[in-house]
């Protein structure tokens, strides 16, 4: 990893204690959105991890609905893909196939168009940030239910703490940034 250009994307992310809840520490990729030099640079950084780790062995890139939309454009791009978009229920027009995951208090569904896959076609997917990965797992979840195979999952930060790379069993998963 090239250590200059991901030290240009770290300094773009801040912190804000207690957002939007005490005792949370939110991690803002606002600054670095809106500075076109870091934002190509964690978009270079993800797409060299691809390359390096799966070769040309991708058909598509899905963003996670809805930081992963910002993400998930412009790595296809950078890797000749196209993106598909997993989003939050009733997003989507047409038939769909959602899968339900648990959050803090309750559930909610993500939903992906029933042919935006065909079977056995290789997916990534990639969101900003790796929390409880409640959100990644249902992703993964729903891209089975389409038989594709999922081959990694990633984001620009992880919060370790939280553990939420267990959640994803075996698919792999690798992230730029790690805090606690």
Do not use: N, W
């Amino acid at each position: 990893m090239a250590e200059s250009e991901l030290q240009l994307v770290a300094q773009r992310i801040r912190t804000f204690p207690d957002f939007p809840i005490p005792g949370v520490l939110f991690r803002d990729i606002s600054p670095l959105l809106k500075d076109p030099v870091s934002f190509r640079a964690s978009i270079r950084l993800l797409a060299s991890h691809l390359k390096s780790t799966h070769g040309g062995k991708i058909d598509y890139i899905a963003g996670l609905d809805s930081r992963g939309f910002l993400f998930g454009p412009s790595l296809a791009q950078e890797l000749g893909l196209g993106c598909v978009l997993i989003r939050k229920r009733g997003k989507l027009p047409g038939p769909t196939v959602s899968a339900s995951y648990a959050l803090e208090y309750g559930k909610a569904e993500l939903e992906i168009q029933k042919d935006a896959l065909e079977p056995g076609q290789k997916v990534v997917v990639v969101d900003d940030l790796l929390a409880t990965g409640g959100t990644m797992r249902a992703a993964c979840e729903l891209l089975g239910r389409l038989q594709a195979e999922v081959v990694e999952c990633v984001s620009l930060v992880e919060l370790t703490s939280l553990k939420g790379r267990e959640k994803l069993g075996s698919v792999p998963f690798f992230s730029l940034l790690q805090y606690e």
